[in-house]
């Protein structure tokens, strides 16, 4: 008791105007210099009691504190329950009046969650609850609370959310904000998924109308709104664009959440610490990169894009682009849509799109790190023989090839259909043989031999190869079961796309991408991006794999890309319905990807679509090697202007050639000798029939010999799915292409997001 007075005595009730000041943070190009100052220019406005709608007062009794008219200011309940949680070394919220929520808010120099500082609260509370008039109370609260959206505050909040002052806020808008209170991040309708994939706008939307509608019935229940005021208001009310604030216009505000979601996932940094401002954080992004990225996508915009003369056709049009340093994985520049106050979803860094070819390289990394499976028989284990292959192995490239397992049986799906596996434009390689290498079959982006090859890897080897190589295991992985998984059905994010293919650029060392290099408070470094190098392939590996997408850029599908002298190495994808297109390429010293496709995707209750690209642009149809590879060639023309040009290791031998068909045994010699008594073949002849077993850089043993002539005699007329689609399989079943993005890119959502996965 002698504490208690002493703790109760020594307690200072706290000043809002005080607790209003809060300070931007600053935000740093590479180079040093300022790009912009954000988080404070909409803080606190303390309002009178009076000029607070009772309207809010009501919301957020109903929704959080019934009986705060009644109440002490303390929940004594809830106070046992943190004291508890502390003792037993969990979290310590729980049980909050508003008057706690009060002094916790206005506290902002104390957020830790010790038990020093919650018991320091409780006195606070008590005092406050007995010295202080409600209506002090009440405004206090919602004068210091956080509504998302850089809103301290009841009238920031309506102004965020409604562009209106707060005293003109009807019931309906109240009961949204005191929705908000709840936790911006997941109540926000706009979404915050480059904080957290599970924050995005679909599911955040249906969370706030669940709750919305919640507390507007606890209302008419409590007695403070009335059934027929209630009944005006079953809409969910208009809000407002959540990024006014023009500084964060262009790529910048792009840039900015890309940041803050890498400080928020790496960092002991809280999203609410950070919205206190007050730090300085130095990013990764190149001033000149973003502008010239930006400029590349706005003139084929320019050009080509034209929802006025084709309105079926041009509209919803979408790019996305990042930018990755192969040296240590910084993200050097990044397009994520039109404007980052009209389009508010990342495209750089959300996913969705699928990937189409651009996924083959990885096919070809798992076929030179694991190998393809020993074909001897389904009692063969498929892990027990396998054969790294070398880029001159021969596939078939035949239209609607039938696809079989690694030991030669047919595929079939669980309804007993198999898969034939059409090509782009319906066409077969090299007749009547049909054998094609592996490297034309990736310069020409032949389906059918890849498709093939992913299925002798192995298809979960091949999920392993893009994982490895910086690809993350999102909700888009789940095709792995699919021959079609080869032709790339995953949709990551264009940085991640970006950030795996610059592991081939670094010789297989992978660095995840990353967006800040240093945080400052107060004059204090409070982090330091750890450089976390690591070997996913080995040189002979990733340089092949270089090697082989050079010749895409040479004289393949990817010619429009081409550099002058400067060495490329990349490829383009475009999935089935023509519904996205992409082209990844890199040198030495840089990895882009750019993806493009159609989706309307502004209105949070409407369902993600792709939209098909047929006739978009005036092109019959898009590819990859169209739009998006010639932003890529007029992008990296400028970004890399000044810099040295850069050759491409030479890529140590690997593997052996499979798949080559044996040559005619010769003709049989007439002899004098009974015909029951065959004569044996030489051990020349059995050495040119059987060649010795090579072997591989891992301890594998080798395959046997491919009869693809035999393995092509039914091509069957089910068609599979064209370059990179998901869609139309034997039978029209395929796993369904992956359209909402899982429920966050390091936006950061990858998922998929780069800061969309665990790490983002």
């Given at each position: 008791?002698?504490?208690?007075?002493?703790?109760?005595?020594?307690?200072?009730?706290?000043?809002?105007?005080?607790?209003?000041?809060?300070?931007?943070?600053?935000?740093?190009?590479?180079?040093?210099?300022?790009?912009?100052?954000?988080?404070?220019?909409?803080?606190?406005?303390?309002?009178?009691?009076?000029?607070?709608?009772?309207?809010?007062?009501?919301?957020?009794?109903?929704?959080?504190?019934?009986?705060?008219?009644?109440?002490?200011?303390?929940?004594?309940?809830?106070?046992?329950?943190?004291?508890?949680?502390?003792?037993?070394?969990?979290?310590?919220?729980?049980?909050?009046?508003?008057?706690?929520?009060?002094?916790?808010?206005?506290?902002?120099?104390?957020?830790?969650?010790?038990?020093?500082?919650?018991?320091?609260?409780?006195?606070?509370?008590?005092?406050?609850?007995?010295?202080?008039?409600?209506?002090?109370?009440?405004?206090?609260?919602?004068?210091?609370?956080?509504?998302?959206?850089?809103?301290?505050?009841?009238?920031?909040?309506?102004?965020?959310?409604?562009?209106?002052?707060?005293?003109?806020?009807?019931?309906?808008?109240?009961?949204?904000?005191?929705?908000?209170?709840?936790?911006?991040?997941?109540?926000?309708?706009?979404?915050?998924?480059?904080?957290?994939?599970?924050?995005?706008?679909?599911?955040?939307?249906?969370?706030?109308?669940?709750?919305?509608?919640?507390?507007?019935?606890?209302?008419?229940?409590?007695?403070?709104?009335?059934?027929?005021?209630?009944?005006?208001?079953?809409?969910?009310?208009?809000?407002?664009?959540?990024?006014?604030?023009?500084?964060?216009?262009?790529?910048?505000?792009?840039?900015?959440?890309?940041?803050?979601?890498?400080?928020?996932?790496?960092?002991?940094?809280?999203?609410?610490?950070?919205?206190?401002?007050?730090?300085?954080?130095?990013?990764?992004?190149?001033?000149?990169?973003?502008?010239?990225?930006?400029?590349?996508?706005?003139?084929?915009?320019?050009?080509?894009?034209?929802?006025?003369?084709?309105?079926?056709?041009?509209?919803?049009?979408?790019?996305?682009?990042?930018?990755?340093?192969?040296?240590?994985?910084?993200?050097?520049?990044?397009?994520?849509?039109?404007?980052?106050?009209?389009?508010?979803?990342?495209?750089?860094?959300?996913?969705?799109?699928?990937?189409?070819?651009?996924?083959?390289?990885f096919v070809l990394a798992a076929a030179f790190k694991y190998g393809v499976r020993d074909p001897a028989g389904p009692e063969i284990q498929s892990e027990a023989q396998r054969t790294v292959v070398n880029p001159k192995s021969l596939y078939s490239g035949k239209n609607e090839l039938k696809i079989k397992n690694y030991n030669g049986t047919v595929w079939t799906d669980r309804d007993g259909k198999q898969w034939n596996q059409k090509n782009d434009g319906d066409q077969s390689y090299n007749p009547p043989t049909y054998q094609i290498d592996l490297r034309e079959a990736m310069r020409e982006?032949?389906?059918?031999?890849?498709?093939?090859?992913?299925?002798?890897?192995?298809?979960?080897?091949?999920?392993?190869?893009?994982?490895?190589?910086?690809?993350?295991?999102?909700?888009?992985?789940?095709?792995?079961?699919?021959?079609?998984?080869?032709?790339?059905?995953?949709?990551?994010?264009?940085?991640?796309?970006?950030?795996?293919?610059?592991?081939?650029?670094?010789?297989?060392?992978?660095?995840?991408?990353?967006?800040?290099?240093?945080?400052?408070?107060?004059?204090?470094?409070?982090?330091?991006?750890?450089?976390?190098?690591?070997?996913?392939?080995?040189?002979?590996?990733?340089?092949?794999?270089?090697?082989?997408?050079?010749?895409?850029?040479?004289?393949?599908?990817?010619?429009?890309?081409?550099?002058?002298?400067?060495?490329?190495?990349?490829?383009?994808?475009?999935?089935?319905?023509?519904?996205?297109?992409?082209?990844?390429?890199?040198?030495?010293?840089?990895?882009?990807?750019?993806?493009?496709?159609?989706?309307?995707?502004?209105?949070?209750?409407?369902?993600?679509?792709?939209?098909?690209?047929?006739?978009?642009?005036?092109?019959?149809?898009?590819?990859?090697?169209?739009?998006?590879?010639?932003?890529?060639?007029?992008?990296?023309?400028?970004?890399?202007?000044?810099?040295?040009?850069?050759?491409?290791?030479?890529?140590?031998?690997?593997?052996?050639?499979?798949g080559e068909t044996p040559p005619p045994a010769p003709s049989p010699t007439v002899t004098e000798e009974p015909e029951d008594e065959p004569s044996s073949p030489t051990p020349t002849e059995t050495e040119t029939t059987k060649p010795p077993t090579t072997q591989s850089p891992e301890p594998e043993e080798s395959c046997s010999q491919w009869d693809w002539e035999c393995n092509n005699a039914d091509g069957g007329a089910n068609g599979g799915s064209e370059d990179g689609g998901a869609d139309g399989g034997p039978g029209g079943e395929s796993p369904p292409p992956t359209v909402d993005p899982?429920?966050?890119?390091?936006?950061?959502?990858?998922?998929?997001?780069?800061?969309?996965?665990?790490?983002?």
């Open positions: 008791m002698a504490v208690a007075g002493i703790a109760y005595a020594l307690v200072e009730v706290p000043d809002v105007n005080k607790a209003a000041v809060a300070q931007n943070n600053v935000y740093y190009w590479a180079d040093g210099k300022q790009m912009v100052a954000t988080g404070g220019e909409r803080n606190r406005q303390i309002i009178d009691y009076d000029d607070i709608p009772k309207e809010m007062r009501f919301a957020v009794m109903s929704a959080e504190n019934k009986t705060f008219e009644k109440d002490k200011g303390v929940d004594p309940m809830g106070i046992a329950r943190a004291v508890v949680n502390m003792a037993k070394g969990g979290q310590t919220q729980g049980g909050s009046t508003i008057t706690q929520q009060y002094v916790k808010n206005a506290r902002l120099g104390d957020q830790s969650q010790t038990f020093s500082r919650k018991f320091k609260e409780l006195f606070i509370s008590i005092k406050v609850g007995r010295t202080e008039p409600k209506e002090k109370v009440m405004a206090g609260y919602l004068n210091t609370a956080y509504y998302g959206r850089g809103a301290y505050g009841i009238q920031a909040a309506a102004r965020a959310y409604f562009d209106k002052e707060a005293r003109k806020l009807d019931p309906s808008e109240c009961a949204l904000l005191a929705t908000v209170l709840k936790g911006a991040t997941y109540y926000d309708p706009a979404g915050y998924p480059e904080i957290d994939p599970a924050a995005n706008a679909k599911d955040n939307t249906a969370r706030a109308q669940k709750r919305w509608k919640w507390i507007l019935d606890e209302e008419v229940k409590d007695g403070r709104l009335t059934a027929e005021e209630r009944n005006k208001y079953r809409d969910f009310p208009k809000l407002e664009n959540p990024r006014s604030n023009t500084q964060l216009a262009g790529q910048t505000g792009y840039l900015v959440d890309l940041a803050k979601a890498y400080v928020i996932r790496n960092t002991d940094i809280t999203a609410e610490q950070l919205q206190q401002g007050g730090y300085e954080i130095h990013t990764t992004f190149q001033r000149k990169k973003v502008d010239e990225l930006e400029k590349a996508v706005n003139k084929v915009r320019k050009d080509k894009i034209n929802p006025k003369l084709r309105p079926e056709k041009d509209t919803h049009v979408q790019f996305g682009g990042a930018s990755v340093d192969p040296e240590d994985g910084a993200i050097r520049a990044i397009y994520g849509g039109v404007d980052a106050t009209k389009h508010f979803t990342n495209n750089a860094d959300q996913t969705g799109a699928q990937v189409g070819s651009t996924y083959k390289p982006s032949v389906n059918s031999a890849y498709v093939q090859l992913g299925m002798d890897v192995g298809l979960s080897k091949v999920k392993q190869a893009a994982m490895d190589a910086g690809l993350k295991d999102d909700n888009s992985m789940a095709s792995s079961n699919y021959p079609s998984f080869s032709l790339g059905t995953s949709s990551p994010s264009a940085i991640r796309m970006a950030g795996a293919y610059s592991t081939f650029a670094a010789s297989g060392k992978q660095n995840d991408p990353y967006s800040v290099t240093e945080v400052v408070h107060e004059g204090d470094s409070v982090y330091t991006h750890p450089k976390k190098t690591k070997r996913v392939f080995s040189r002979a590996v990733a340089d092949n794999v270089t090697d082989v997408l050079r010749t895409v850029v040479e004289k393949g599908t990817g010619t429009s890309a081409q550099l002058g002298s400067r060495p490329v190495a990349g490829k383009t994808g475009t999935t089935d319905g023509n519904k996205s297109a992409w082209f990844v390429g890199y040198t030495p010293q840089l990895s882009t990807a750019i993806s493009m496709y159609r989706l309307d995707d502004n209105e949070a209750n409407k369902k993600r679509e792709f939209l098909e690209m047929f006739g978009t642009g005036g092109e019959e149809k898009i590819h990859g090697a169209s739009f998006p590879a010639k932003i890529w060639q007029d992008y990296m023309s400028k970004a890399l202007r000044g810099e040295r040009v850069m050759a491409f290791p030479v890529p140590d031998p690997i593997g052996r050639v499979i899982p429920g966050n890119s390091n936006g950061n959502h990858n998922g998929g997001g780069i800061f969309g996965g665990p790490t983002g």
